[in-house]
């Protein structure tokens, strides 16, 4: 069904994100802690597209947890029935705005190609 679709692919971004968020912090832990030197890796995860979208999602993922717990002590069943709504338009709104910003990043790599291969092309080696 549509709903379990929703909600493996939210499943899935959440703990996707969470992962590479736990890795940035680390990174910055251990950097600033003098253990180890991740500059480049924070540098670059800073800008990545991957970071902005499971920042984005973390966001939704603290909303989305808040509506989890309103629900399971909600009584009324009308407005249980609502909230439920609420919580599948508020993932696939997540889903809607991680899949956005990563789309960009292939929008952007495939115009990079492009840009090398019209160079390549030129090239006169």
């Known amino acids: 069904t549509a709903y379990r679709a929703i909600n493996n692919r939210y499943y899935q971004i959440k703990a996707d994100s969470e992962e590479l968020i736990k890795d940035y912090k680390g990174y910055n832990y251990e950097t600033e802690t003098g253990k180890r030197d991740y500059s480049q890796k924070i540098a670059q995860m800073k800008d990545s597209p991957e970071l902005l979208s499971a920042m984005k999602a973390h966001e939704y993922i603290t909303e989305v947890d808040k509506y989890n717990k309103a629900l399971k002590s909600e009584q009324d ?49």
């Open 77 to 125: 069943e009308v407005l249980k029935k609502r909230m439920e709504k609420e919580l599948y338009e508020l993932k696939s709104a997540m889903i809607h705005t991680v899949d956005s910003i990563l789309d960009q990043k292939q929008t952007l790599r495939k115009a990079e190609w492009s840009r090398l291969t019209l160079f390549d092309d030129d090239c006169i080696f």
